[in-house]
C-alpha cells in the first residue's frame, strides 16, 4: 500500500494509485503526519499566506542562488527587494506594513553575512537549482516503480580545493589551478602495466594442481 492510497481518515481507499512525484518535502510531510499529507498532496491545500520561515526562506535562497550564478551581492539584493515589492494583503496597517520592509532587509543583511564570510572561499561552482526526475529502483529486484518517480533539486554543485598560503599566493583563481594541474599531467609519463614478480611466479608453478 503507498501514499496514494490512504484517504483523510488513514484508511485504504478503492480508488487506483496514480504515479506520483515523491520529493524530500513529500516524504517528511508523511513522515510527520498522513492526513496532513494527504491535504496538501493529494487534495492540493495550501495555506493563503505564507508563514515568515517560509518567505525569508525562499527570498534568502534566491539571493545565494544568483551568487551561486556568477551574480553581484547588488544583484541579489535588488532580486530580493523585487520580491517583497508586491506588499501582502495583510499588510493593512503601518505597523504591519513596517514588519514586512524590516523582513526584506533582514533577508538582504543574511545575503550580506553569507557573501563576507564565504563570498571568497575559493569554490567552483559546477552547477545551480538543478532538477531531476528520475525512476525509484526497488534495490532488490531492479524494477522500477509504478507508481512513484523521485523528483527534487540539488541546491548547488561545487568543488573545493584546499590550498597552502604559499601556493595560494601564487595561485589565486580556479581557472589558474586548472591551468597548472592540466601541464602537470601532460609531463607525466603513461603509468606501466606492473611487472610479474620471477619469485612470484616460480612459486606459482611449483604448486600441485588438482
Given at each position: ?26 516524504m ?38 544568483l ?12 532580486a ?20 514586512w ?14 557573501v563576507?564570510?564565504?563570498?571568497d ?7 545551480t ?9 526497488n534495490?532488490?529486484t ?49 603509468t ?19
Amino acid at each position: 500500500m503507498s501514499l496514494t492510497d490512504l484517504s483523510a481518515d488513514g484508511t485504504q481507499d478503492s480508488a487506483p494509485a496514480v504515479r506520483e512525484l515523491l520529493t524530500h518535502s513529500r516524504m517528511a510531510c508523511a513522515k510527520a503526519c498522513l492526513r496532513r499529507h494527504y491535504y496538501a498532496y493529494e487534495l492540493g491545500l495550501r495555506r493563503d499566506i505564507d508563514s515568515q520561515p517560509l518567505r525569508m526562506g525562499s527570498a534568502v535562497h534566491l539571493g545565494l542562488d544568483l551568487l551561486a550564478q556568477g551574480k553581484t551581492f547588488d544583484d541579489a539584493a535588488t532580486a530580493i527587494r523585487t520580491n517583497y515589492s508586491e506588499i501582502a494583503g495583510w499588510c493593512t496597517t503601518i505597523d504591519f506594513l513596517e514588519e514586512w520592509l524590516v523582513e526584506c532587509e533582514t533577508c538582504v543583511r543574511l545575503v550580506r553575512g553569507y557573501v563576507w564570510r564565504w563570498g571568497d572561499d575559493g569554490a567552483a561552482i559546477v552547477a545551480t537549482e538543478q532538477f531531476f526526475d528520475i525512476p525509484l529502483v526497488n534495490p532488490k529486484t531492479g524494477s522500477a516503480s509504478t507508481i512513484w518517480r523521485l523528483a527534487g533539486k540539488i541546491d548547488k554543485s561545487q568543488v573545493v580545493v584546499m590550498l597552502e598560503p604559499d601556493i595560494a599566493e601564487v595561485f589565486t583563481t580556479p581557472e589558474s589551478v586548472n591551468a597548472a594541474l592540466r601541464a602537470l599531467i601532460l609531463t607525466m609519463p603513461a603509468t606501466p602495466a606492473k611487472p610479474v614478480h620471477k619469485a612470484s611466479s616460480a612459486w606459482a608453478a611449483q604448486q600441485p594442481t588438482e
